[in-house]
């Protein structure tokens, strides 16, 4: 018989097939290790990365004119927007930038219910990603007390500026 088949509870099993072989999967000592891990790396980055990251923002980030567009204000309507024109080492970065706010994005979302800063991990990802609102969506999150207290509590640790809305 199976190791992983006698590992699996009994009301595992009961359910139906798809279902029962997908939990069983689920539950198995491998996948169960791996999101142990998973885990632990997450906690470890989000203890050391995301100060680190949030010290390297200057003090009045979210002060700053939207520069989403060439002329870097916000009092462009939406019809005269000019494309970006990027250099490859420029395309590059901004790649970089959002894949790591992506994976910032998922291990935010992971450690709302796993060991983490999850809250503070997905205000870093979405201050990494690229996307039309984000200032707006920046703003409207550190109007909230709770997160602008916790960003500069973060950012006093690492002995720098508070940020200023």
């Given amino acids: 018989m199976d190791l992983a ?8 099993l009961s359910l139906p097939e798809p279902l029962s072989s997908a939990l069983a999967w689920l539950l198995s000592p491998a996948v169960l290790g791996g999101l142990g891990v998973a885990s632990v790396l997450m906690l470890a980055a989000s203890v050391f990365g995301l100060p680190w990251l949030l010290a390297r923002l200057p003090a009045d980030h979210f002060r700053r004119p939207s520069d989403e567009t060439e002329g870097g204000g916000d009092d462009v309507s939406e019809g005269e927007r000019a494309p970006l024109r990027r250099s490859p080492t420029q395309l590059a970065t901004a790649v970089t930038r959002n894949v790591v706010g992506v994976l910032l994005l998922l291990a935010g979302l992971a450690m709302l219910v796993l060991p983490g800063q999850g809250l503070l991990t997905l205000v870093v990802a979405l201050l990494l990603l690229d996307f039309p609102g984000k200032m707006a969506l920046e703003r409207r999150l ?3 007390d709770r997160v602008f207290r916790g960003l500069n509590a973060v950012r006093r640790r690492m002995h720098v500026a508070p940020f200023v809305r």
């Fill in 142 to 144: 550190i109007a909230n």
């Fill in 5 to 12: 088949l006698l590992a699996t509870p009994a009301w595992v």
